[in-house]
């Protein structure tokens, strides 16, 4: 596998929520194609497992397989889909290829969904 270099505006030029004025059409291109990869429940525990790596935030490929009862192509499959859509970065070591979050996107992700006036802190509760 190689890195994927995918054309993105800075993500300091996504800076007003889309409630406050509507989305330009490439940019909103650019968008749906990475909520179109979170819309799939692997791919968003993929990009879980890596957002919440401690220590310098990589995850080997060979860590990401074992929580899921999935082939490794399959796995592999879901990574490339995260990795075009740039949520996330890879970087092959010898046999094993390791991924870290692309930050500044989520966090435009996160800036085009802010709601002016709307603070606080996610609250997480046990299912079931």
Do not use: N
């Not at 401690?54 to 929580?67: N, R, S």
């Not at 290829?97 to 046990?126: I, K, W």
């Amino acid at each position: 596998m190689s890195k994927v270099e995918v054309a993105m505006a800075p993500a300091t030029s996504c800076c007003t929520p889309v409630v406050a004025a509507p989305l330009e059409a490439e940019r909103a291109a650019d968008m749906a194609k990475m909520f179109k990869a979170l819309g799939d429940s692997i791919r968003l525990r993929l990009l879980s497992m890596i957002a919440s790596a401690p220590g310098d935030g990589e995850v080997c490929v060979c860590d990401l397989t074992a929580p899921f009862d999935l082939s490794a192509p399959t796995i592999s499959y879901h990574l490339k889909i995260l990795r075009e859509a740039g949520l996330v970065t890879s970087d092959r070591r010898g046999t094993w290829v390791y991924y870290r979050l692309q930050r500044d996107h989520l966090h435009m992700l996160s800036d085009m969904l802010a709601v002016p006036g709307v603070t606080g802190t996610l609250a997480v509760t046990p299912c079931g």
